[in-house]
């Protein structure tokens, strides 16, 4: 019975460990994510599903970078950029976090709008109200305890896959489409493609990650265990984004219905929850949207303060850590306030900001890259070559397509029609 033992205290320690990679997952299926694969599979079919196996190869790669970073040298990725390159290279990739994450804030305040708008409840309520309670949770309560609620609430997104399996797609082509790739030099195709690398593999999760690792005190004599719960969560989050695409494919696409609104979105839900298919899509979106409202602004502000060496702490008053407090609730101000334009799109305002995130994940890629790759910082479990070349691939392939974004007006009358 000594191997049963040895069985169940490595799972126990497992447990204990768990965190990183399960919480840097689920964020990542936040409001954005949701319109992104919605948009992708009602317009595009399941021509995209090929795109989802590498970008999840890519996650698990580049998630683990960041993880083992923290695990062997006890800092965070903000941190590391300014004592390996300078503060102008800091200011650089700070400038560039802060740009992604304003988007991406924007786009969780669009999605409460969104899914507060199928209950009938005014953008113009719903926005601030939530921005005050999202500013008061994190400043005033206990971040840790509401993010765990949170997370209990992301159990929602096993809908899509309980509503995927329901609605019977071909499963010979969807197979097909996720093993055999396809592209289109299209602009709407680039955007689309360019956004699901940029909701899956987002700049401001490569700090995330690896200052989780290291505040939660997990060294190298436990990575072997934090490894395994990196990959987990890159398969958890994109078996998720997976049938969120397969489901809205099969219901939307078909049906040659176009996702404007989240009320269109939210009939992929219908084989499951017939007329409640609404307010299930509204809940879970909400609840995605609070959660990326809460980590966003929180993330940025932490990641700015700790690579220019300002004090920071959500404990803090804002006499004590003024530019902390001040980073985090400009953060959650501009989203908010962006998202109460009038008449904006909000499910392509979600999209769009996914686009800056994929645009610019290149540049925070670059510096973590050289950073895991250095024998003198990391050791021997500095990068090999195949995460070099997965990881490399992934910066390389997005600032290939973002070229091709650029010049696909000027490319369309030299294509096949």
Do not use: H
């Not at 580049?62 to 965070?76: L, P």
């Not at 699901?196 to 072997?224: A, N």
């Not at 909400?286 to 993330?299: D, R, Y």
């Amino acid at each position: 019975m000594r191997w049963l033992r040895g069985v169940r205290r490595r799972a126990l320690f497992f447990m204990a460990i768990l965190g990183p990679g399960l919480i840097a997952a689920c964020a990542d299926n936040d409001a954005g994510g949701i319109s992104t694969y919605s948009i992708a599979g009602a317009y595009y079919g399941y021509s995209l599903l090929w795109v989802l196996f590498v970008i999840t190869l890519s996650l698990a790669f580049t998630q683990e970078i960041g993880a083992r970073t923290g695990a062997v040298t006890g800092k965070g990725l903000a941190g590391l950029i300014r004592e390996e390159f300078g503060l102008r290279a800091t200011a650089f990739a700070m400038l560039t976090l802060l740009i992604a994450n304003l988007g991406t804030t924007v786009s969780e305040f669009a999605g409460m709008a969104a899914s507060l708008e199928l209950f009938g409840v005014s953008k113009y309520i719903a926005v601030p109200t939530l921005a005050i309670i999202v500013w008061l949770l994190v400043t005033r309560g206990s971040y840790k305890g509401v993010e765990r609620i949170f997370l209990g609430f992301s159990i929602l997104y096993v809908t899509y896959i309980i509503s995927g399996i329901m609605v019977k797609p071909p499963w010979g082509e969807v197979i097909r489409q996720t093993f055999v790739p396809s592209f289109r030099l299209e602009g709407g195709y680039l955007l689309a493609f360019i956004a699901l690398v940029g909701t899956t593999i987002t700049p401001w999760g490569q700090f995330f990650i690896q200052s989780y690792v290291v505040d939660k005190g997990l060294g190298i004599r436990e990575y072997k265990y934090t490894r395994l719960e990196v990959f987990l969560g890159a398969f958890i989050t994109d078996l998720v984004s997976f049938f969120i695409l397969v489901c809205t494919a099969a219901t939307l696409y078909v049906r040659g219905i176009g996702v404007q609104t989240a009320a269109d979105a939210a009939l992929a839900l219908e084989p499951l929850a017939g007329r409640f298919a609404e307010g299930l899509f509204a809940l879970g979106l909400l609840n995605a949207s609070l959660l990326g409202a809460a980590i966003l602004p929180l993330a940025t502000a932490y990641a700015i303060c700790e690579a220019f060496g300002w004090e920071a702490g959500v404990s803090r008053s804002f006499r004590e850590a003024p530019l902390f407090n001040g980073l985090f609730t400009f953060t959650l101000g501009f989203g908010a306030a962006v998202a109460l334009v009038p008449g904006l799109p909000l499910m392509w305002v979600m999209l769009v900001a996914q686009d800056v995130n994929g645009i610019l994940l290149p540049v925070i890629l670059f510096y973590a890259l050289r950073i895991a790759s250095n024998k003198r910082i990391m050791g021997r479990y500095a990068n090999g070559p195949v995460f070099n070349l997965i990881a490399w691939g992934t910066a390389i392939g997005l600032i290939i397509l973002t070229v091709l974004l650029l010049f696909s007006p000027l490319l369309s009358p030299f294509l096949p029609a």
